[in-house]
Structures are given as C-alpha cells and as structure tokens.
C-alpha cells in the first residue's frame, strides 16, 4: 500500500520505543485520524494524537513507496549483491 492508497480511519500498527534506555520496543495499534501531504495524525487507543512523518510509516513498514521507486530500490540492492559490496570478510 501507498501512502496516496492509506485512507483515514485504518488501523496500522507503529512500533515505539520508551523513554529509557532499557525499555523494549512496543507495538502500538494506532488509527489514522488525518492525513497531510508529508505526514498523516494518528491516534492511539488512549485517545492520544501525534504526527507521523511518511518516513517513520515506510520504515515500520506500514506503506511502501510508489511502484517505479520501489522497482529502482530492488534493482539497486540486487546489483551491490551480485558486485560483492557490503561484504564482511
């Protein structure tokens, strides 16, 4: 799904981390209340509201990008693959 596809009213799931250092990751149901062109409002069961960016939503995984992109990133990470970049050794 897009960001032009995600509607107001779904139910995504936003992964948050605590205050301190040692707390683990928490996944949070959130609602999407409204939506911006750079970024959308959420709000979470306890009525709490924060902004976030579209970013934050591809890297939770939530959204993808737009197919011609998405197309160019696997394209990209399959050639440092086969041309032996990023290896460890």
Do not use: W
């Not at 683990?24 to 970024?39: D, E, G, L, N, W």
């Amino acid at each position: 799904m897009t960001y032009a596809e995600l509607k107001i009213n779904t139910q995504i799931k936003l992964k948050q981390k605590s205050d301190s250092e040692r707390a683990s990751i928490q996944v949070i149901r959130c609602t999407v209340v409204a939506k911006y062109p750079h970024m959308c409002v959420v709000e979470d069961s306890k009525g709490r509201r924060r902004g976030v960016a579209v970013g934050e939503l591809m890297m939770n995984k939530v959204i993808t990008q737009e197919p011609c992109f998405e197309a160019m990133r696997k394209e990209c990470m399959k050639d440092n693959q086969s041309s032996g970049r990023h290896k460890r050794g």
